[in-house]
């Protein structure tokens, strides 16, 4: 993502929250992925990047 870093997103039809979090754990150590985890909108991480977090 421009101006934010690189991204992995996962996204999942017809799990629940909690199956959607072991999916990612597990792709996460399978993939030897290393970064923080968030939940976040592209769109609310550009906006605390220009300093518009209110």
């Not at 997103?9 to 754990?25: M, R, Y």
């Amino acid at each position: 993502m421009e101006g934010l870093g690189e991204f992995i997103e996962i996204e999942g039809d017809n799990v629940t929250e909690d199956e959607l979090k072991s999916f990612s754990e597990h792709f996460i150590r399978d993939f030897h992925i290393e970064g923080e985890v968030t939940n976040t909108s592209y769109l609310e991480l550009l906006l605390m990047k220009n300093g518009k977090d209110e």
